[in-house]
Structure formats: structure tokens, C-alpha cells
């Protein structure tokens, strides 16, 4: 069992930043692929960053060169740098643990969201 809880969220302009916080907690935080997903209401949530156990990370292409995900797993935490804020990044975001094990299986842990707001 993992425990994800988000923090950073908030209401900024276009063309500002902002660091999105997930402290995990529960299980071995370094063996788990940590994802952040994004979603509008009434839309599907989407993938918006990836990091594995190895460090490799992907992006949705609408995020790429904007967005930074990093782990740091001495304090169990992933982080999400947003950088050049636009509107239509304004979403409920999410962080997300999985993991495959060998028979697999795969196990997904989601936080409760937090919210991000880009507008003038």
C-alpha cells in the first residue's frame, strides 16, 4: 500500500511557475514508477509526466520543454516544475505510484488531487 498526498496547487497567471509537491509513504517509495495525471471535468484523465525507479522520464507532447518531474527518494517525494502556465493547464492534478511486479500485475496508488488554476 502506498499513501500519496499532493500539495502546491493554486491560482496563477499565464507565464508563471509552479512546483507541485506528492509525498508518498507505505511501501518502498524508490521501487515505484511516480506519474503525474491531469484532468478537466468531464474529460478523461491524461498522462501528463512520467519518472521511473531508473529516473527515465516521458511527457505529454503539450507539456514538453514546460514541465520537469523529479524524485527524490530519500524524501519520498516527486515533484512537478511548471513553467510558462497557460490556461488551458488549469486542471485537478494527480499523482499517481505504480509498480509491475513479476506475475504482472500491476498496482496503482492515486492521491486525492490538487488543483491548478491558470487565468489573468
Known amino acids: 500500500q502506498v499513501q500519496l498526498v499532493e500539495s502546491g496547487g493554486g491560482l496563477v497567471q499565464p507565464g508563471e511557475s509552479l512546483r507541485l509537491s506528492c509525498a508518498a509513504s507505505?511501501?518502498?517509495?524508490?521501487?515505484?514508477?511516480m506519474a503525474w495525471y491531469r484532468q478537466v471535468s468531464g474529460k478523461q484523465r491524461e498522462l501528463v509526466a512520467a519518472?521511473?525507479?531508473?529516473?527515465?522520464?516521458n511527457y505529454a507532447d503539450s507539456v514538453k520543454g514546460r514541465f520537469t518531474i523529479s524524485r527524490d527518494n530519500a524524501k519520498n517525494t516527486v515533484y512537478l516544475q511548471m513553467s510558462s502556465l497557460k490556461p488551458e493547464d488549469t486542471a485537478v492534478y494527480y499523482c499517481?505510484?505504480?509498480?509491475?511486479?513479476?506475475?504482472?500485475?500491476?498496482?496503482?496508488?492515486w492521491g486525492e488531487g490538487t488543483q491548478v488554476t491558470v487565468s489573468s
Open positions: 519518472i521511473t525507479s531508473g529516473r527515465s522520464t
Open positions: 507505505g511501501s518502498i517509495f524508490s521501487l515505484y514508477t
Open positions: 499517481n505510484a505504480n509498480r509491475v511486479y513479476e506475475s504482472g500485475t500491476r498496482a496503482d496508488y
